[in-house]
């Protein structure tokens, strides 16, 4: 079973459309986390939940807006993508009662045309 | 805000070699420090975590080790294979519910 899984894992869109990202973990994990990653494989946070409270907003335009219908999902919607929003986006989880090791998912690699 | 550099960005070594990955960070409170291997178009995959109380931690081939005072940790790798040949990140946890990621370093091991 995969821990931490995102669909889709490859989404090409046009300029001004909106999409959305999900996100499961299957390891009861509390915390959930969405991450850029850059053209230069440089990872940032974007957001962060704790049982399905938002406890992390980095500097991200309001566009994008993640969504926690459980603990076990995230999901991270999009409107009005932008040619500046084609990235690789990760999903992630950890547990904070124990040793916080973050997992992640296999990516969702976004491209705006 | 906590900031992690990586060195070198880019390594290349014959097969065979042991190598040692750097990882630095400006705030030392941090709660633990994992290291990541990532594959060309594939997910992050843990490789180790240490925990600031900890100074190394070791798995197969890999020995990580943490100097939380000076803030560095490192990343060994013996006997490199050519299915070593990945990016390596390390990032850093402050407060258990973020991570800081390094700029990463190329790894690519020559048969």
């Known amino acids: 079973d995969t821990a931490v899984s995102q669909t889709p894992k490859y989404l090409v869109t046009q300029m001004g459309n909106d999409k959305s990202i999900k996100c499961e973990q299957n390891?009861?994990?509390?915390?959930m986390y969405w991450y850029k990653q850059d053209s230069k494989k440089f990872l940032k946070i974007m957001f962060s939940?704790?049982?399905?409270?938002?406890?992390i907003n980095e500097t991200v335009p309001n566009r994008f807006s993640p969504k926690s219908p459980d603990k076990a999902h995230l999901n991270l919607h999009i409107n009005s993508l932008e040619l500046g929003d084609s990235a690789v986006y990760f999903c992630?989880?950890?547990?904070?009662?124990?040793?916080?090791?973050?997992?992640f998912g296999q990516g969702t690699r976004l491209t705006v045309v | 805000k906590q900031e992690v550099t990586q060195i070198p960005a880019a390594l290349s070594v014959p097969e065979g070699e042991n190598l040692v990955l750097n990882c630095s960070f400006t705030?030392?409170?941090?709660?633990?420090l994992q290291w990541f291997r990532q594959d060309p178009g594939k997910g992050l995959t843990s490789l180790l975590l240490?925990?600031?109380?900890?100074r190394e931690q070791t798995s197969g081939r890999l020995n990580a080790s943490l100097d939380k005072s000076s803030g560095r940790s490192t990343l060994y790798i013996a006997a490199s294979q050519p299915g070593d040949s990945a990016t390596y990140l390390c990032?850093?946890?402050?407060?258990?519910?973020?991570?800081?990621f390094g700029t990463g370093t190329s790894l690519t091991v020559i048969p």
């Open positions: 240490i925990q600031s109380s900890q």
């Open positions: 705030d030392s409170a941090i709660y633990n």
């Open positions: 390891l009861g994990h509390d915390t």
């Open positions: 992630a989880s950890s547990d904070d009662r124990r040793v916080t090791e973050a997992f």
């Open positions: 990032a850093v946890s402050n407060t258990g519910n973020q991570f800081y």
């Open positions: 939940y704790n049982n399905k409270e938002l406890i």
